[in-house]
């Protein structure tokens, strides 16, 4: 079974940067749009971004200009580059591959 793994998650100053990636353990990966999505305490789970198979990148407003996703089909892997972090960014992110999740990773921005 196809599992995912996120990882690069922490804790990190206002205005600083973080790398999450996520792993798959299968080979299905390259064939499907995959994206990141965010969960902040007590809210509803919100999109992040996503992106093609082909590499053409999709993002919510509120990261536009901050946030690159990319992918890595050879490896099985995509990553989100999270740059200029806001407190506002704080969150459980999680990867998307069709129907499965990772189990996310957290991002603390804070002071």
Same mark, same amino acid.
């Given at each position: 079974q196809v599992q995912l793994a996120e990882s690069g998650g922490g804790l990190v100053q206002p205005g600083g940067s973080l790398? +999450?990636?996520?792993?798959?353990?299968?080979?299905i990966f %390259?064939?499907?749009?995959?994206?990141?999505?965010r969960q902040a305490p007590g809210k509803q789970r919100? +999109?992040?971004?996503?992106?093609?198979?082909?590499?053409?990148?999709?993002?919510?407003?509120?990261?536009?200009?901050?946030?690159?996703?990319? %992918?890595?089909?050879?490896?099985?892997?995509m990553y989100l580059q999270m740059n200029s972090l806001k407190p506002e960014d704080t969150a459980v992110y999680f990867c998307n591959v069709g129907t499965l999740w990772g189990k996310g990773t957290l991002v603390t921005v804070s002071s």
């Amino acid at each position: 079974q196809v599992q995912l793994a996120e990882s690069g998650g922490g804790l990190v100053q206002p205005g600083g940067s973080l790398r +999450l990636s996520c792993a798959a353990s299968g080979s299905i990966f %390259r064939f499907y749009v995959v994206g990141w999505y965010r969960q902040a305490p007590g809210k509803q789970r919100d +999109l992040v971004a996503t992106i093609t198979p082909v590499g053409n990148p999709n993002y919510a407003d509120p990261v536009k200009g901050r946030f690159t996703i990319s %992918r890595d089909n050879a490896k099985n892997t995509m990553y989100l580059q999270m740059n200029s972090l806001k407190p506002e960014d704080t969150a459980v992110y999680f990867c998307n591959v069709g129907t499965l999740w990772g189990k996310g990773t957290l991002v603390t921005v804070s002071s």
